[in-house]
């Protein structure tokens, strides 16, 4: 069974006829093209699949697309503007947060919803709100490096 479903994605409108058992991740994958969300579990163990869902993160894998209907989607290919790099994602490269980078687009939209309602996080806040996102490369702490710099509280 289809559904015709009106989503915004990185400012963009689209109107779209999805399965009811699609995901949101797998639209945003195999429909629009946007790969920059990871298919890591699949099953909300990770945070690979972050996306912000007006402006909240959620686990894309666990999000149907027909939720998404009549909702603003953020993914890592709308927080640049431009040429120019989000303050996150410069303060990640700046601080080597990335090395694989299969984790960094979760962890960089989380981190933008943890700023964009706390501005001025505690280093303690910055370690809660991405414990759902997973590193096997282990950059946890250059990630919280990367967040407090951009909070204004590290040189
Ligand atoms: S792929 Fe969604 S939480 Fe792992
Ligand atoms: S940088 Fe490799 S999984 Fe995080």
Known sequence: MRHC????VNGDRYALSVE???????LLRDDLGLTGSKKGCDNGECGACTVLLNGRPVNA????????????????EGL???FHLHPLQEAFVQYGA??????SP???LTAKAL????????ELEVKKAIAGNLCRC???NKVVKAVLRVAGKKE
Not at 5 to 8: G, L
Not at 61 to 76: N, S, Y
Not at 98 to 103: A, D, E, L, N, R
């Open 5 to 8: 479903i009106q989503v915004r």
């Open 20 to 26: 009811a058992k699609k995901t949101l991740l797998d």
């Open 61 to 76: 894998c666990l999000v149907l697309a027909v939720e998404a209907d009549g909702q603003e989607v953020l993914t890592i």
């Open 80 to 82: 640049a503007e431009g």
């Open 98 to 103: 990335v090395q694989c980078g299969y984790c």
């Open 106 to 108: 979760g962890m960089i």
């Open 115 to 122: 700023l964009d309602e706390n501005p001025h996080p505690t």
């Open 138 to 140: 282990g950059t946890y």
